[in-house]
């Protein structure tokens, strides 16, 4: 019996091995080299890093405007820290008195800063928590440890801490306060002083 006519009897839909040579198929042989080619070709491609989750983008996002609020509050920049508060923002202090506005906010902190009582403070903010509500709003729990006020017969109070609620908002691919209530402050604990101290943000 010749090899054609044994094909002409292998039943219709019978598994062809790799080795069994099919006029113009291919072998083992030809799949292996199939194979090493095609890993060669993913091996040449170029890496692309993973890009960040949502979850991980706004918490780097809350940091850094947190850092950005720390940072203007120490140097007593009115003008900065007014900066980071969209056109519209609200600020409600722990005096519970609200300001709205930019230009309102920067005209309280450069009031503020005038008095003695808070010239010489300074902030450490910590971001406790944030979550993202829609892609352009997200709400920050911040803790700030305050530290330097001095009373009004000018003696240094011990540090205070507080918690402050911040509503984020994202326009022109930058992220902004459009809202922002500040709690009463207390007695920082040592804890606590010592926590912000030795923790990084």
């Known amino acids: 019996m010749s090899r054609g006519d044994v094909a002409s009897r292998r039943p219709a839909g019978a ?21 090493a080619a095609l890993v060669l070709l993913l091996l040449a491609q170029p890496v692309v890093p993973a890009t960040p989750t949502a979850a991980q983008a ?79 709003v997200a709400i920050a729990d911040w803790s700030l440890m305050v530290k330097g006020l001095r009373s009004l017969d000018g003696t240094l109070s011990p540090p205070e801490t507080q918690r402050a609620t911040v509503v984020m908002t994202k326009d022109g691919g930058a992220w902004t306060i459009s809202s922002m209530r500040a709690g009463r402050p207390r007695p920082a604990t040592p804890e606590e002083i010592g926590e912000v101290t030795r923790s990084p943000r």
């Open 58 to 136: 706004i918490e780097r996002d809350a940091r850094d405007l947190a850092r950005q609020f720390e940072t203007s509050w120490n140097l007593h920049d009115a003008r900065a820290f007014a900066a980071l508060f969209a056109e519209s923002a609200d600020y409600v202090g722990p005096d519970e008195r609200t300001v709205v506005g930019r230009d309102e906010i920067q005209k309280t902190v450069l009031h503020r800063n005038a008095k003695d009582a808070t010239k010489e403070a300074t902030a450490s903010v910590t971001v406790v928590s944030v979550r993202l509500v829609r892609s352009d």
């Open 15 to 35: 598994m062809v091995w790799p080795y069994q040579r099919r006029p113009g198929g291919m072998n083992l042989a030809d799949t292996r080299s199939m194979l």
